[in-house]
């Protein structure tokens, strides 16, 4: 008997083609479309009633099964509820990686697991192997740098690693369009999503008063001295290393060098300000290896698209680790992740702290 796998399609062209791909290599395939919020009439949102449609009207092309599953309260209160309290605590979150540990690797594989399944897949530009000599599973970038999601893959368990397939991770994008085209497939040439899904606009401002029911407190533009430099319009309207729309004058441009919720502060300063060589990150995972002993040469990247510089990670008591960078790095931004390399495997990563 061919092995079970829920494939989490989303309405794209790369989960579509990951089921494709498995239903191809003889898998008996199952789609799954999750319905992650109330908004599902508003077009753009992943989850939408177009998404739904598309993602089943794709499974029914390829002759398989699919079904839609509602975790509505499940990411309002593990992904939404969070985004709004990074947001109010002076950090700048990442929800897309708070929704894949939570939400498609964990609620997800979970139910499809009690369905029967022997594992699930998306449709992620990344690659898991199973390292024989440690027994220990792997993450590892994809084949295609550009399209590469490891970045938001690195909370991973070795537990959903062990039931996890990424088919698309070995191919690259045009590539792949061109499979799901030449197999009939309708959502072949469909866009990319680029914004969060849930704010599909990037005025994540207004979701914050509509959703969170954030109203932004102005407060002062400070100096690194504590000078007051101007008014800002509430903490949340910022983010750190922007320029633009501050309406401050000064001898020289000034960008936000960072948050203090204690004073309801934005602190600005000069370019040059921005850079550092040092952070420390809490909620680590080490994912392809254990904890390390002593510090590891590694390279690492403080946003998805960034190149990776060399660094040095050190462990530290309590799930945290110090990284220091060997070149400074420009607007390291307290809430995003710092995920770190050994060439393709990801070795692990965790949450900048303030």
Not at 240 to 259: C, D, E, F, M, T
């Amino acid at each position: 008997m061919s092995q079970r796998v829920f494939v989490a399609m989303s309405g794209g062209v790369d989960s579509a083609a990951a089921a494709l791909l498995l239903r191809q290599a003889g898998y008996n395939v199952t789609g799954v479309t999750l319905r992650l919020h109330p908004y599902k009439d508003r077009p753009g949102l992943c989850g939408s009633a177009d998404d739904i449609e598309t993602a089943r009207a794709v499974a029914a092309g390829m002759g398989i099964p699919h079904v839609v599953l509602d975790l509505c309260d499940l990411f309002r209160e593990r992904v939404m509820d969070r985004f709004v309290w990074a947001y109010t605590h002076g950090r700048t979150p990442n929800p897309c990686i708070d929704c894949n540990r939570e939400i498609k690797f964990g609620a997800l594989l979970d139910w499809a697991l009690d369905q029967g399944a022997d594992a699930m897949a998306t449709g992620h530009y990344a690659r898991v192997r199973l390292d024989t000599p440690s027994g220990r599973w792997q993450l590892l970038r994809g084949a295609d740098r550009r399209k590469d999601q490891t970045y938001f893959l690195y909370q991973l368990t070795q537990h959903q690693l062990a039931h996890l397939l990424l088919p698309v991770g070995d191919y690259e994008k045009p590539a792949l369009r061109a499979l799901a085209a030449a197999n009939g497939l309708s959502n072949a040439q469909k866009a990319d999503s680029q914004d969060i899904c849930f704010v599909p606009d990037g005025d994540y401002v207004s979701f914050l008063r509509q959703y969170g029911g954030v109203e932004p407190v102005p407060g002062d533009f400070l100096d690194s001295e504590g000078r007051v430099l101007g008014r800002h319009r509430g903490m949340e309207c910022y983010t750190i290393g922007q320029r633009k729309g501050l309406g401050v004058s000064a001898n020289a441009p000034q960008y936000v060098l960072g948050k203090d919720p204690d004073r309801n502060a934005v602190i600005l300063g000069e370019d040059n300000r921005l850079y550092t060589r040092e952070l420390t990150a809490e909620r680590v995972n080490w994912l392809s290896v254990p904890e390390p002993d002593r510090p590891l040469s590694v390279t690492a990247k403080t946003r998805y698209s960034q190149r990776e510089a060399a660094a040095t990670v050190e462990p530290l008591p309590g799930g945290r680790i110090r990284m220091v960078f060997t070149e400074p790095q420009r607007a390291v931004t307290p809430g995003q992740a710092v995920v770190f390399y050994d060439g393709d495997l990801v070795l692990g990563g965790g949450t900048i702290c303030p």
